[in-house]
């Protein structure tokens, strides 16, 4: 039988770059088959010539022995491929059932939209694969978990039997990446074929069918899961060990960074989310939050930075009160923040990079000089920051969305380390980064830890959050449930903690 799909000698460049080189692979009918390779070898690339997005410079596809060439996505899905982008591509201002249905209308006589028809099918849908979520929902009001099972859903609206996931565990906790495996192997089960791309590596041993492996835009090796470890999978992508995120050696002072009191914080319906939470980071260590995402994290993080207003209780930096001070002010005073979603918060896609390593610093040096943008000052701070947390690109004055999406978030924990800040509010800051560029940013945080900073970290990687914190703190329902150490907690006993299992048994 032809496979599902093949491509053959697909070469695609950019100025400067040249991301996919004479790259082939070949998927069967009905596999899972993964995609690895270290942060800009060319996945994303390769994934959007075969969804029609851009267009190979030279190469031949193939879905199921026939070759075809496609102009746009609209193609790609008439030939049944459907694709769930690594950055999501939600209207936010729309509801759940318009963004599935965008573009895919089914039309009453007269022209109308059948919204009733789009809303059985959409039922239909979530329920064949068990994926649930609420059709008027507002996108602006999901978290990103639930945007993924929307990009999912619209691609199964649209009738896709190949499917392209572009990291979709990135940010999932461990349950829920449980119930997309479950959901994939039942989709495969049904005659789905699924590409996907994946970054952790036991993850992509315990669901692949078959594993390809890119490096520099080439092919470097295609594997079956049980013929490799993740050891094996990491040499061959970035050509070294497993990295681990263990810290050993404790650095918390007496002096503490920062403190919430008693905070509480509503959403935009003037609900609770975050209700009197209090916590504490003193300068060296760092405190990690568990929690499935959804239960505050956001709207606590939000509320430290400054772009949400805290309904009551207090925020101290440094022993002073930031409660209801402006963001700007809150930066210079020497906070630091990755944001959870670096297209919607950390970036500047159109600008070029030196510009957004500016960015949130504009106003100092060596950004600036007097009142004055200083070009020369913020150009040779990029390059430091792109030297140092090898952030891969063939020059700074490119913009942002030309980078990889790991090479855009190294560059954003890069703009954010360099400031020194006192204090870092850190939300997943690994998040969609190589084994390789990952140990590089935990050894930057753990020196800057060593040297002081105080740090909030929230991720959904739990090996990273009980490897790097001196501290755990879980997160349910907008209150903190639970305290843990972490030398002493699994990531499957945090995981209980985080869904409230453990909670229950316990009363
Ligand atoms: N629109 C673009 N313009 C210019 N260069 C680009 C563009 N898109 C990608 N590139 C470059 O092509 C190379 C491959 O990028 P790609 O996004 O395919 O990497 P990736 O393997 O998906 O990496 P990651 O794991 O970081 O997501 C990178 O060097 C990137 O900078
Ligand atoms: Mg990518």
């Known amino acids: 039988m032809a496979p599902a799909i093949e491509l053959i000698g697909i070469t695609k460049r950019f100025p400067g770059v040249i991301a996919n080189d004479d790259v082939n692979l070949r998927v069967e009918e009905g596999e899972i088959h993964a995609i690895c390779g270290e942060n800009g070898a060319g996945k994303s690339t390769l994934m959007k010539i075969l969804y029609g997005m851009q267009a190979a410079d030279e190469g031949t596809m193939k879905i199921r022995g026939e070759e075809v060439s496609f102009s746009s996505p609209s193609e790609a899905i008439e030939r049944g491929i459907g694709m769930v982008h690594q950055h999501f591509m939600l209207a936010d201002q729309l509801t759940v059932l318009e963004n599935v249905i965008i573009g895919a209308e089914p039309v009453k006589s007269g022209g109308r939209i059948d919204f ?28 990103v978990g639930e945007r993924q099972r929307v990009e999912i859903i619209k691609v199964l609206y649209r009738g896709a039997k190949i499917l392209i996931l572009d990291e979709p565990t990135a940010v999932l906790v461990p349950q829920e990446v449980d119930e997309l495996f479950r959901n994939m192997r039942d989709l495969r089960a049904d005659g789905a074929t699924i590409l996907f791309i994946d970054h952790k590596l036991d993850e992509v041993l315990e669901i692949a069918d078959t594993i390809t492996v890119l490096r520099q835009g080439h092919t470097v090796a295609t594997v079956k899961p049980d013929e490799v470890s993740a050891g094996d999978l990491a040499e061959l992508m970035v050509g070294s060990e497993l990295p681990t995120p263990q810290t050993t050696r404790s650095t918390v002072t007496d002096e503490v960074g920062l403190e919430v009191r008693d905070l509480t914080v509503l959403d935009d319906d003037e609900r609770p989310v975050v209700e009197h939470v209090s916590v504490t980071v003193h300068r060296g260590e760092i405190v990690g939050i568990a929690g499935v995402e959804g239960n505050g994290q956001t709207e606590l993080t939000d509320a430290i930075m400054g772009t949400r207003d805290a309904a009551s209780g207090h925020i101290v930096l440094l022993g002073h009160d930031i409660t209801t001070t402006s963001v700007r002010h809150r930066r210079q005073q020497g906070l630091g923040y990755v944001p959870q979603d670096r297209h919607r918060e950390g970036l500047l896609l159109a600008a070029p990079l030196w510009e957004n390593v500016a960015l949130g610093h504009q ?32 020059n700074i004055d490119v913009a942002a969305h030309a980078l990889s999406g790991g090479n855009q978030q190294k560059l954003i924990i890069g703009r954010e380390l360099v400031a020194n800040p006192s204090v ?84």
């Open 424 to 507: 870092l509010i850190a939300a997943h800051p690994t998040r969609g980064i190589d084994v390789g560029a990952q140990a590089a940013v935990w050894d930057a945080i753990r020196a800057a830890r060593a040297a002081g900073m105080a740090t909030l970290l929230i991720s959904a990687d739990l090996d990273e959050l009980i490897g790097l914190s001196d501290t755990i703190v879980v997160m349910l329902r907008g209150s903190l449930v639970a305290t843990l150490d972490p030398t002493d907690v699994t990531p499957r006993d945090l995981g209980a903690y985080m869904t409230g299992a453990s909670l229950e048994e316990a009363s």
């Open 116 to 143: 009733e028809n789009a809303r059985a099918h959409l039922r239909e849908v979530g329920d064949a694969y068990g994926l649930t979520i609420d059709p008027d929902d507002l996108v602006e009001r999901l978290e």
């Open 363 to 394: 106003t100092e040096p060596p950004y600036a000089h007097g009142p004055w943008l200083d070009r020369a000052g913020s150009k040779a701070r990029t390059e430091e920051v792109r030297e140092e947390f090898d952030v891969r690109t063939p």
